[in-house]
């Protein structure tokens, strides 16, 4: 048997965490397998869908990089379809029209719930015949009487459904539009679904669903049910909690190889195994390795991940993400050196692409001004001298390389009998305006020789200026 996933979203907002990590499980089950992964966009909904929506659940699939093997299919696209199945159940007898007004069934509800029963339709037009000319109606899906559904689930093991806890589910409403129990039916058996991974808040609809299956004489698929994502707090994950969106952890400078290591990791293991390739976890990954218990959302421990892979990944994949956060900021790093320099010689003191790039931008402009706080202790009049010598040094070599860059501010030093820190502080904020950035070789070695001389310049220009006011 060949293997087919799907992942089903419905477009009525964005693509939170939650639905992020059923679809990674989802596809790498398909790939662990060599199957097929189904992108199918359940938007039956038509008051709520969005186009929006929609395309933010594309934007964040194709960002983690969680490729369709068929779709994204759109349900509204197989009305149809639906149409047809649900009048070969009527035509077999095993759907109805129900004509029960809303009215009468919300009063029929309310004294059950007063009587401490549980609220459900009592099958007034199961078997009759009688319908009224030209009134509204639903069509309703016969659900055994008798007997019960087991539900063979890869993380929860059997779980047994008496049908007499269920009633018979509206298939299509009155305006004839399909519900969405049945078409998720009718989805997976046309598309061939073997295994449906999805969240446990849909263990309630699945043996509603497997009995629709069973009288469509379609098979069953096998399921996984998985436990619910916490916040930080113990409690239910949800916008309190901050980036909850896909594209959120994007804008906030997070590289999508981090955030698919960490969701994978949110209820799937592997011994203590905690940096996962995708190669690995497509090797590693199975349904059956999914625990039952809830986890909780650890935001350091992100950082953590992101941080690594800022700093183990190849600069140049590194590069591909963090071009959007300086596209943010306005900043051309066509003009100036490799991307893939600057985060060799960034990775390890940043956090996120977007510190990245905030902290990046003097390698591709000049800066507008210097920080205060490091202007003022390092730009001093007692500064000019090494200021100037080093300039002279730097404008001498012939040779633009970290190695001779680093022996002319030796010199400098030696030369004026001086610490270190007495030529590389002011320097360091002449050419970065501010206190801190990489070794001073490696970061003069990225820039322009040209460049250097005009913003030596302009700390001689602010230190003139100053002693003057």
């Known amino acids: 048997m060949s293997v087919v996933t799907r992942f089903a979203p419905s477009p009525t907002g964005y693509l939170h965490v939650g639905g992020a990590r059923t679809a990674l499980y989802s596809w790498l089950y398909a790939k662990s397998q060599g199957g097929k992964f189904v992108l199918r966009v359940e938007d039956t909904d038509i008051e709520r869908s969005t186009e929006a929506?929609?395309?933010?659940?594309?934007?964040?699939?194709?960002?983690?990089?969680?490729?369709a093997d068929v779709g994204p299919v759109y349900q509204t696209d197989r009305f149809d379809r639906y149409k047809e199945i649900i009048d070969q159940l009527l035509a077999e007898g095993k759907a109805y029209k129900c004509f029960m007004p809303a009215e009468e069934l919300d009063q029929i509800r309310e004294e059950q719930k007063a009587n401490g029963e549980k609220p459900r339709y009592p099958g007034t037009w199961r078997d009759r015949n009688d319908h009224p000319a030209d009134a509204p109606f639903v069509i309703r899906f016969k659900n055994p009487l008798?007997?019960?559904?087991?539900?063979?689930?890869?993380?929860?093991?059997?779980?047994?459904?008496?049908?007499?806890?269920?009633?018979?589910?509206?298939?299509?409403?009155?305006?004839?539009?399909?519900?969405?129990?049945?078409?998720?039916?009718?989805?997976?058996?046309?598309m061939g679904i073997t295994h449906v991974v999805r969240g446990e808040d849909h263990i309630n609809n699945t043996p509603r669903q497997i009995?629709?299956?069973?009288?469509?004489?379609?098979?069953?698929?096998?399921?996984?049910?998985?436990?619910?994502?916490l916040g930080d707090d113990g409690k239910k994950l949800s916008k309190r909690h901050g980036a909850?969106?896909?594209?959120?952890?994007?804008?906030?400078?997070?590289?999508?190889?981090?955030?698919?290591?960490?969701?994978?990791?949110?209820?799937?293991?592997?011994?203590?195994?905690?940096?996962?390739?995708?190669?690995?976890?497509?090797?590693?990954?199975?349904?059956?390795?999914?625990?039952?218990?809830?986890?909780?959302?650890?935001?350091?421990?992100?950082?953590?991940?992101?941080?690594?892979?800022?700093?183990?990944?190849?600069?140049?994949?590194?590069?591909?993400?963090?071009?959007?956060?300086?596209?943010?900021?306005?900043?051309?790093?066509?003009?100036?050196?490799?991307?893939a320099s600057v985060i060799t010689?960034?990775?390890?003191?940043?956090?996120?692409?977007?510190?990245?790039?905030?902290?990046s931008g003097?390698?591709?402009?000049?800066?507008?001004?210097?920080?205060?706080?490091?202007?003022?202790?390092?730009?001093?009049?007692?500064?000019?001298?090494?200021?100037?010598?080093?300039?002279?040094?730097?404008?001498?070599?012939?040779?633009?390389?970290?190695?001779?860059?680093?022996?002319?501010?030796?010199?400098?030093?030696?030369?004026?009998?001086?610490?270190?820190?007495?030529?590389g502080m002011p320097l360091r904020v002449a050419v970065t305006g501010g206190g801190n950035s990489p070794s001073l070789d490696v970061t003069l070695a990225l820039l322009k020789q040209s460049e250097i001389g005009q913003r030596i310049d302009k700390a001689l220009n602010f230190i003139s200026i100053r002693e003057k006011s």
């Not at 929506?53 to 490729?67: F, V």
């Not at 009995?211 to 994502?229: G, K, T």
């Not at 994978?264 to 059956?288: A, K, P, Y």
């Not at 960034?346 to 510190?355: M, P, Y």
């Open 53 to 67: 929506a929609k395309q933010a659940i594309l934007e964040g699939m194709a960002w983690l990089g969680l490729d």
């Open 146 to 190: 008798e007997g019960s559904v087991v539900i063979k689930d890869h993380i929860r093991g059997d779980i047994e459904i008496a049908n007499s806890e269920l009633d018979d589910l509206i298939i299509a409403r009155s305006d004839g539009t399909p519900t969405y129990n049945f078409c998720v039916v009718v989805d997976d058996w046309d």
């Open 211 to 229: 009995n629709i299956l069973l009288a469509l004489n379609a098979p069953i698929p096998e399921y996984a049910h998985v436990s619910m994502i």
């Open 244 to 339: 909850v969106g896909v594209m959120q952890y994007r804008d906030d400078g997070y590289l999508p190889q981090a955030l698919l290591n960490y969701l994978v990791r949110l209820g799937w293991s592997h011994g203590d195994q905690e940096i996962f390739s995708l190669e690995e976890m497509i090797e590693l990954f199975s349904l059956d390795a999914i625990g039952q218990s809830a986890s909780a959302f650890n935001t350091d421990k992100l950082i953590w991940l992101n941080q690594h892979y800022i700093k183990s990944l190849p600069a140049e994949e590194v590069a591909e993400h963090a071009v959007w956060h300086f596209e943010q900021l306005n900043i051309d790093t066509s003009q100036g050196p490799s991307l």
């Open 345 to 359: 010689v960034q990775a390890d003191r940043v956090k996120t692409l977007k510190e990245l790039a905030e902290i």
């Open 362 to 423: 003097y390698f591709y402009a000049d800066y507008d001004e210097f920080d205060e706080k490091a202007a003022k202790k390092h730009l001093r009049p007692v500064a000019k001298d090494a200021l100037a010598l080093v300039k002279q040094k730097l404008n001498d070599l012939t040779c633009w390389d970290a190695e001779h860059i680093q022996a002319a501010i030796n010199a400098t030093a030696e030369e004026l009998e001086v610490g270190m820190g007495k030529v």
